[in-house]
């Protein structure tokens, strides 16, 4: 089956025996530890919000969907977080392969975590530096917006980091409000479709036209590709099951 989703509704419907190839849209998220970026990843992709999440060690979601009326593969590369020390951050290896392998980039900071905040415009240094002559499209997503009694970032200075970075700001809230994070990244998988050509070119005749592509393959990431996930959640209800049964 595949998962495909629209601007209101996310629906199963069964794959074709044969199809051509989708156009394939890469984004990656990146941020510091512990602002949601696993869990704004998982909330667009499949509606559902999971609040508890294993370390993350970068993983990559992928699922089809439709933009603007087209069927498009959409692939988020999820990030570790990164820290910040001495006022300059620790980029791990595979954020900075993230950044290269990308199409756009999102940008997460938490509304309850300033030094999260502090970290973005390092963060957009290190995109540009690293997309060179082509930088990746850039939105910043705000989360935790619900969070009002932990706040430590406020409100309007979102949206002026945003302005003074040139690109978008969204802020969000990945526990309460679906709608938030799909406008944000829907948005995104539609200037990026209208950015890249309508069909993919056939290996063979990328491979004589010489194109440069400006995204080398990153290290095959740990893809859960939502069946980990799936699993957990078995895990958590049959431990509930045991706890119950024991009493």
């Known amino acids: 089956m595949r998962l495909i989703q629209n601007m209101s509704t996310i629906a199963e419907y069964a794959a074709p025996e044969s199809s051509l190839p989708n156009r394939v849209i890469k984004m990656a998220v990146i941020g510091g530890s512990g602002v949601g970026k696993t869990a704004l990843v998982v909330r667009f992709l499949t509606r559902r919000f999971i609040g508890d999440y294993e370390r993350n060690a970068g993983n990559l979601y992928s699922r089809e969907v439709q933009v603007d009326s087209e069927q498009v593969t959409i692939q988020v ?31 997460v900071y938490s509304t309850t975590d300033r030094r999260s905040f ?60 679906y709608s938030q994070v799909h406008e944000a990244f829907h948005r995104l998988c539609c200037t990026l479709a209208k ?47 045991r706890t119950v049964t024991s009493v």
């Not at 980029?91 to 980039?105: F, R, Y």
């Not at 990746?136 to 989360?143: G, W």
């Not at 970075?165 to 969000?172: I, K, M, N, P, W």
């Not at 309508?198 to 740990?222: C, D, M, T, V």
């Open 77 to 107: 590369q999820d990030t570790p977080g990164v820290e910040m020390t001495d006022n300059s951050i620790n980029l791990p290896d595979h954020v900075t392969c993230s950044i290269q392998w990308a199409d756009a980039v999102v940008l």
């Open 118 to 177: 502090d970290l973005i415009e390092q963060l957009h240094r290190q995109v540009v530096i690293t997309g060179g002559a082509s930088v990746p499209p850039v939105i910043l997503l705000a989360n935790k917006a619900d969070l009002l009694h932990l706040r430590q970032v406020d409100p309007q200075q979102g949206p002026l980091l945003a302005a003074a970075l040139g690109c978008s700001f969204y802020e969000v809230s990945a526990s309460e409000d």
């Open 195 to 241: 950015q890249q050509p309508p069909a993919p070119q056939p290996a063979a005749a990328a491979a004589n036209s010489g194109e440069k592509r400006r995204s080398p393959l990153i290290p095959r990431p740990k893809s859960p590709n939502m069946q980990d996930l799936k699993r957990r959640f078995k895990q958590a209800l049959s431990a509930k099951v």
